[in-house]
């Protein structure tokens, strides 16, 4: 069956960096827009950002333009968000997700904090 898996999340301080991964396994990746969501607590879950099949088109919300990258390697059928400049309103837990397809991850806790 469709698995996605993410990792990487962590506690790091205002201003640092962090990668998270996502592995996918069950459906043709390569075929498939992906997404990265995350959900605060006591908020809902919110969009973050989106690549293409071929990883030549990405769209980002507002609130991380200009300091998060996804990225995907489809060799190894992983989607990945590169997170920059990190604030604590970036605390949450972040899922991958197909785009079109309703297939998610488990999730992955970010905590930015000092």
């Known amino acids: 069956q469709v698995q996605l898996v993410e990792s990487g999340g962590d506690l790091v301080q205002p201003g640092g960096s962090l990668k998270l991964s996502c592995v996918a396994s069950g459906f043709t990746f390569s075929s498939y827009d992906m997404s990265w969501y995350r959900q605060a607590p006591g908020k809902e879950r919110e969009f973050v950002a989106t690549i293409s099949k071929p990883g030549d088109y990405t769209h980002y919300a507002d609130s991380v333009q200009g300091r998060f990258t996804i990225s995907r390697d489809n060799s190894r059928n992983t989607v990945f968000l590169q997170m920059t400049r990190l604030k604590p309103e970036d605390t949450a837990v972040y899922f991958c997700?197909?785009?079109?397809?309703?297939?998610w991850g488990q999730g992955t806790q970010v905590t930015v904090s000092s």
């Open positions: 997700k197909t785009r079109w397809a309703n297939y």
